[in-house]
Every structure is written in structure tokens, then in C-alpha cells.
């Protein structure tokens, strides 16, 4: 448990971090801006800790942001582009700062849709035409399910598991590494579950299984259905 500062700078830095960032140093300047949580920190209670959403959103996130500025940084022509443009086009960035961009940028879009993903009395199984689909695709909701925990558990380290639509409208699972996303790949993400330890440790130390099957109580369907439901 972190019980002080000190204990926080070293669980920032272990727990699989983004790189690292002081908590006393201002956000570099720059086109992407840190998104405010769209609920409390504790809205998410029991299932999420408000410790955990506190120091995932305010330092992690915030430090992919602020290093995602830099990185673009007399770069004009990539300062200017969206974060869904940078990540289709990641791979063309200049040598010196891809890397950067592509976790950075990757941490920056993963996270913005993981905090909307989720909401205060989430949870249930989705309705209309994203339900249909699924049923279509798996074979029923929990079947759905079923897929998304095995992909989920089935990332090495540190990553993601997602729903994905592809450009004509079908369904599936997936999971990517690090901050690696359907963007990429052409995809949008349906639902997506953030697996880095950094999400789930002060409440389930190691046991992200439970920390998996917690998450299903937080699942916003709406926006779910929203992302489906957009042109490709």
C-alpha cells in the first residue's frame, strides 16, 4: 500500500509506469491536453480504488501527455496532426521521436478512452445493435466474455485487451502490448481493459483475474455502443 510519498515515487516507478515524471514539475506545452476524469475518483468503488484511479489518471496519464508534447516538440507537422491521425501514421514520424510517439501517443489515446470505457453504476450487458452483434459474432454475451477474460489474462507483461470493429462493421477480440492499439491497425476499439499492473495493484497486488472480473461491473455499455455505432 502507498503510505507516502516517497512509497509513490517508487511505486510510479515500478509498477509499470509510463516514464516517469516528478510530481512537483508543470505538463510541458503543447497541442494534447491531460482530459479531466469524467467522474470521481472513487466512482468506481468497490470495483476500482480512488487511490488507484487518482494515481492512474493524474500521474500516469499526465505523464504520457507531457511526454507526448515534447516528443512533438519542432515537429509542427506532427504537433498539428489528432492523436487517432498519430497513431495511424506513427510509423512515418521522424526517427528521433517515433518511439516516443508511438508509446506515448499510444498511452495518451488508450487511457482517454479507458476513463469513458467506465462509468459510476456501470456494468449489465449491452443492448441494441452492439448486443446483436455479438450475439451474431460469439455466440452470446458471455461467451463474449469468455474471449475478452482469456485475451485479457493472456497478455505477456504489460498491455491491453480489446473489442474491436473493423472497417466493415464486424467484431473481435484482441489484445496488444504496451500501449500498442486498434488505431494502428485501422480498428476501433469497442471496449478496451487497461492490464498494466499500474491499474489494478493497490487494490488486487497480482491478481488480475480479479481485478479483470471487477472491471465487467464498470463497463459504460452506452459509449460502447456509441463506438460501434460510428461510421468507419
Known sequence: MVSSRRDLLKYLSLAGAAPAVSLAQAPAKGPFTLPPLPYAFDALEP????????????????????????????HPDWASK???????????????VRTAIRNNGG?????????????????????????????????GFDALKDQFN???????????????????????????PNQDNPWMHGGTPVIGIDVWEHAYYLKHQNKRADYVAAWWNTVNWDFASEQFLKKA
Do not use: C
Open 82 to 96: 489528432s492523436i487517432t491521425q498519430l497513431m495511424a501514421q506513427w510509423q512515418s514520424a521522424p526517427e528521433a
Open 150 to 176: 482469456k485475451s485479457a489474462m493472456g497478455v505477456f507483461g504489460s498491455g491491453w485487451a480489446w473489442l474491436i470493429k473493423d472497417g466493415g462493421g464486424a467484431l473481435s477480440i484482441g489484445n496488444t
Open 47 to 74: 470495483h476500482i480504488d480512488a487511490r488507484t484511479m487518482e494515481i492512474h489518471h493524474d500521474r500516469h496519464h499526465a505523464a504520457y501527455v507531457n511526454n507526448l508534447n515534447a516528443a512533438v516538440a519542432g
Open 107 to 139: 498511452g495518451h489515446i488508450n487511457h482517454s478512452f479507458f476513463w469513458n470505457v467506465m462509468k459510476k453504476n456501470g456494468g449489465g450487458k449491452p443492448s441494441g445493435e452492439l448486443a446483436a452483434a455479438i450475439d451474431k459474432k460469439f455466440g
